[in-house]
Structure formats: structure tokens, C-alpha cells
T-cell receptor, first 116, second 111 residues
Framework: DTAVSQTPKYLVTQMGNDKSIKCEQNLGHDTMYWYKQDSKKFLKIMFS???????INETVPNRFSPKSPDKAHLNLHINSLELGDSAVYFC???????????????FGPGTRLTVL | GQSLEQPSEVTAVEGAIVQINCTYQ??????LSWYQQHDGGAPTFLSYNGLDGLEETGRFSSFLSRSDSYGYLLLQELQMKDSASYFCAVRDKSYGQNFVFGPGTRLSVLP
């Protein structure tokens, strides 16, 4: 019973390509996130999304876009991939209810993206 | 903006006690969390402090002083399996209540 799952686990692609990473959570949480972890292990939030609001880290290039077909899914689309996009991308979820937020985030296993 | 500082590396022996400090600067502090990440794995939640004081969960405890913008994670009775990276993360009101993660502390537990 995987709580937060991501596919694929590994993604190797050429510069300039467009790719997507899928994320699903079966915890019934209302908020999902995407994080990027670089080679130095810095973990940076890219997006948070619930059914009402998308919050975007202003440092994220607009080549990155989240897409949520429903409450349990938040996919990450990346256009025109660049070498610097190589990193591990983590999806996460938590329950944020009426302003009283639950502070535990559940992370997916990560997707290691390598851009050649 | 926000900034967090943690020691980059800590080394200790099995059975010892280790403290990992975290100092932060943020404009809208809401709470401090700690996460553990083993090599090749995903971050996993350890603890959260919204108020000053000590929170204890088994061998791990976390402390927060809001007036000092400081917190720490205390790991007792260290085991080899505790070798991992530990991240503090600040929940920031001015950032949509999202978490900003520190740079991480690599803990190595020696036999």
C-alpha cells in the first residue's frame, strides 16, 4: 500500500525534450507538492497545490508546470529540458484543513532525472 | 526571504547522543519540522515544533526556541541505521505556509 507513488523512478532524456513525471497519493490528502533535490542535496519546493490554490516558487522556470487531473494526482510537466534540470524530483502530500495545517508531509520515492 | 543554517556534517559513535542545530531567519515563522533522509531514499518526517519547548518521540527529541530562532534535533542511543541526512524545515506563513528546507546535516554513526 504505497502512500505516495511516482513514475518513472529514473528518467534519462536529451536536452530540449519535453517530459512528464506522474504522482499519485492514496492518503486522501488535499495538498500536494513538488520538490527538487540537487546534487548537493538541497531540497527546494517548486509548487504546492490544493483544489483551490496553486503556489509557485518564483524561482522555478515557467518550463515547469504542474497538472492536477484530480485531488489524488499532481503531475509535473517539463518543457525544453536543460542540463541544469538534472536532479531528483520528489512529490509529497499533506492534509491542510481549514487553516489548521497538519505538518507531516509524506514524500514519494523520487524520480531521478538525467538530462544529457 | 528565508534562510536556514545547519552543520553540514556530524560524526558520532554507536550508543552516543548527538544534537543537530538549526537556526533560521524568516518573516512569517509558523513552525519547525525535522526530516530524515537515507541515501537514495525519500525524506521521512520525524517531528514538528509549533511552540517553544521539547517534543519527544522515542529516541528522538526536537526543541524549539522561537525567541532565539533556533531549534535542534537530539538523537539518543545512536544506532548505525541512524546514519542519514537530517533536514530542518521552517513552515513560513508568508510562503503560503509551505516549508522551506535547510541545507541538511549528514550524520555518520561509527561502530
Amino acid at each position: 500500500d504505497t502512500a505516495v507513488s511516482q513514475t518513472p523512478k529514473y528518467l534519462v532524456t536529451q536536452m530540449g525534450n519535453d517530459k512528464s513525471i506522474k504522482c499519485e497519493q492514496n492518503l486522501g490528502h488535499d495538498t500536494m507538492y513538488w520538490y527538487k533535490q540537487d546534487s548537493k542535496k538541497f531540497l527546494k519546493i517548486m509548487f504546492s497545490y490544493n483544489n483551490k490554490e496553486l503556489i509557485i516558487n518564483e524561482t522555478v522556470p515557467n518550463r515547469f508546470s504542474p497538472k492536477s487531473p484530480d485531488k489524488a494526482h499532481l503531475n509535473l510537466h517539463i518543457n525544453s529540458l536543460e542540463l541544469g534540470d538534472s536532479a531528483v524530483y520528489f512529490c509529497a502530500s499533506s492534509q491542510v484543513d481549514r487553516g489548521r495545517s497538519y505538518n507531516e508531509q509524506f514524500f514519494g520515492p523520487g524520480t531521478r532525472l538525467t538530462v544529457l | 526571504g528565508q534562510s536556514l543554517e545547519q552543520p553540514s556534517e556530524v560524526t558520532a559513535v554507536e550508543g552516543a547522543i548527538v544534537q543537530i542545530n538549526c537556526t533560521y531567519q524568516t518573516s512569517g515563522f509558523y513552525g519547525l519540522s525535522w526530516y530524515q533522509q537515507h541515501d537514495g531514499g525519500a525524506p521521512t518526517f520525524l517531528s514538528y515544533n509549533g511552540l517553544d519547548g521539547l517534543e519527544e518521540t522515542g529516541r528522538f527529541s526536537s526543541f524549539l526556541s522561537r525567541s532565539d530562532s533556533y531549534g535542534y534535533l537530539l538523537l539518543q542511543e545512536l544506532q548505525m541505521k541512524d546514519s542519514a541526512s537530517y533536514f530542518c524545515a521552517v513552515r513560513d506563513k508568508s510562503y503560503g505556509q509551505n516549508f522551506v528546507f535547510g541545507p541538511g546535516t549528514r550524520l555518520s554513526v561509527l561502530p
